[in-house]
């Protein structure tokens, strides 16, 4: 089993500790945690492990990381709270959440607090990997990460995350509820390749088998909608063979 | 031999009414009834009341009184069985919330210690250059995957009772065509793979044109997809090479029905009202790859979208499964 598409594993050598980047790892189940960290070491991370979202807020006021992989559900203080108290002190250290119960509303609530990618539970630790280094290759110096933003723009296309609405030249458009959920994960994660069965795993929550098509539909939809053309497009890229990639310039609004 | 067929039953309001004759209307007038009249004829009381009525009159009310009479008793009756029917529906959602709870836990009980599987066996094959598919770590992180399929799949079915879906008109003909042609790429592949290019099966769709087209339906173009891609490929699996499938779909009183029809094993008569079950799976079919989830699937999807699902089957003759669809009009 193979992890797919952005971030092919680049080699499992460690490094001296200044390059490796430090990932904190919150989680309450030790048998996560004393699994998960020989592997992200293996992989080339420097690991830290916390038991809590509060344990996780003590540990970086005394230490740097460059990315936190939290579970949601912990005692005293869970994974959304975490987030959310990071980024009310302008800590915009990128998360990555791994959703327990891979609902809609955990997904859509996990976007809306500032996490910067999630993972249902149980998923394949090379894919957790992958999301990581793709994170770290997004997040440029602790910068307020585009999935922070209230207000998307793209050339003449506005997204109004909080409210869920699109405008395209200052008129709404209307999108059905996933294809809305799709491009705002494209947006959030511009000039990144995303396969059909990330897209699937993590916007739809259901990975039955050929209904990848779920995915071509949905952007078939968005490019309808935004009269984006395929040959030449301005937001949505397909990618022969991999999947979709968010082509457009995105800018928080 | 038909199977069974479930609908989904809104459960009505079923307050059961305590008897009418401890009602202080009933009970107060009666019995001080009952205690003058036996007060009277203890004392003996001579008087009376005599007067006439035209005969005509008397057959008139009798005849109005026994009618109402009769009407009492009908709607008594009818009340009774609306009451019946109303607790058998709501005891059915009880047992449906109850079972969408266990499958909850399950499901949340499990991803942590399959997380953790996944986890351990990463760590150890990072640590071996063994890169063999059958080593014993391969195996455990493939049979690790699988559980947490089976795991989600069954919390899938579970969360569909609960969670808003999608609203919108779904083209059926469009779904039709995009299931048939996934399940007709699925078989190429398949067929691929063995070495011997496309296994086939002889697929018909005849849906109407004439005098209309088949409505629309309202719902979730990826879910409906999902019902009857379940369906549809079920026939292809249970049904030998070259055997013949028919798609059929017609309109029926605001609803639009999909019928999948198969030439294959069929299910055995006693098995056949369990298959909507999750985990069921029949007892001709142990060699056939499957989780057993696929029709629980199909009609959490159906109930869902207000639908009715059936399934009807030969013993080697046959099998063909219903879904039964409101219209977005209907």
């Known amino acids: ?253 | 031999m038909s199977g069974g067929s479930r609908s989904t039953g809104a459960p009505g309001p079923s307050r059961r009414p305590g008897s009418p004759w401890s009602s202080p209307w009933v009970l107060v007038p009666t019995v001080v009834g009952l205690v003058v009249a036996v007060v009277l004829l203890v004392a003996g009381n001579p008087q009376g009341l005599r007067f006439t009525v035209p005969l005509a009159t008397v057959v008139g009310v009798a005849g109005v009184g026994l009618g109402l009479v009769a009407l009492a008793v009908l709607m008594l009756r009818r009340a009774l069985a609306r009451a019946r029917a109303a607790g058998a529906a709501q005891a059915r959602e009880v047992e449906r919330v109850a079972h969408r709870r266990f499958l909850d836990r399950l499901d949340h009980e499990l991803k942590n210690p399959l997380t953790a599987i996944h986890a351990a066996a990463a760590s150890v094959s990072a640590t071996t250059t063994d890169d063999d598919r059958h080593s014993p770590v391969a195996v455990i992180d493939a049979q690790a995957a699988r559980m947490g399929r089976l795991v989600g799949d069954l919390r899938k079915i579970a969360a569909l009772d609960s969670q808003p879906i999608e609203q919108e008109p779904v083209d059926v003909e469009a779904l039709a065509e995009d299931v048939v042609s996934a399940v007709q790429e699925e078989l190429a592949v398949q067929g691929e793979l063995a070495g011997q290019g496309a296994a086939g099966r002889d697929i018909t769709v005849a849906l109407p044109r004439v005098p209309w087209p088949l409505p629309p339906v309202r719902g979730d173009v990826d879910l409906l997809f999902v019902a009857l891609y379940n369906v549809l490929s079920n026939a292809v699996k249970f049904s030998p090479e070259g055997a013949r499938i028919e798609l059929r779909g017609f309109e029926e009183e605001g609803a639009v029905v999909l019928e999948v029809a198969d030439s294959g094993a069929g299910i055995p008569p006693d098995e056949v009202s369990f298959v909507w079950d999750e985990l069921a799976r029949g007892s001709n079919t142990r060699g056939v790859q499957g989780s057993g989830l696929g029709l629980a699937m199909v009609h959490a999807v159906v109930r869902r979208h207000g639908g009715q699902v059936q399934l009807s089957s030969r013993l080697g003759h046959g099998t063909s499964v219903r879904l039964r669809l409101p219209t977005a009009r209907g």
């Open chain 1, 1 to 253: 089993m193979t992890a797919p598409g952005a971030g092919a594993a680049s080699a499992a050598v460690p490094g001296p500790d200044s390059t490796r980047p430090a990932v904190l790892l919150v989680d309450d189940e030790e048998a996560i945690t004393g699994a998960l960290a020989p592997f992200l070491e293996r992989s080339g991370f420097e690991v830290r492990v916390a038991h809590d979202g509060q344990e996780a807020l003590d540990t970086l006021d005394v230490w740097h990381a460059d990315v936190v992989v939290s579970d949601v559900m912990m005692p005293r203080l869970d994974g959304r709270e975490l987030v959310r108290r990071l980024r009310t002190r302008d800590d915009w250290t990128p998360v990555v959440l791994l959703t327990q119960v891979g609902e809609s509303f955990e997904r859509s609530a996990a976007l809306d607090e500032g996490a910067d990618d999630y993972l249902n539970k149980p998923f394949n630790p090379q894919e957790l990997a992958s999301r990581i280094r793709a994170v770290l290759r997004r997040s440029v110096g602790g910068e307020k990460p585009l999935s922070a933003a209230d207000r998307l723009v793209s050339g003449d296309l506005l997204v109004d995350r909080t409210a869920r609405r699109v405008f395209l030249a200052g008129a709404e458009v209307v999108l059905t509820p996933r294809a809305s959920l799709l491009l705002d994960y494209l947006m959030t994660h511009p000039r990144e390749l995303h396969t059909r069965e990330r897209l699937l795993q993590a916007l739809w929550g259901f990975d039955l088998v050929p209904s990848t098509r779920a995915v071509d539909h949905r952007v078939a939809e968005i490019r309808r909608v935004l009269h984006d053309d395929a040959g030449a497009p301005r937001y949505v890229e397909t990618v022969p063979n991999l999947g979709y990639r968010f082509c457009g310039q995105v800018r928080r609004a």
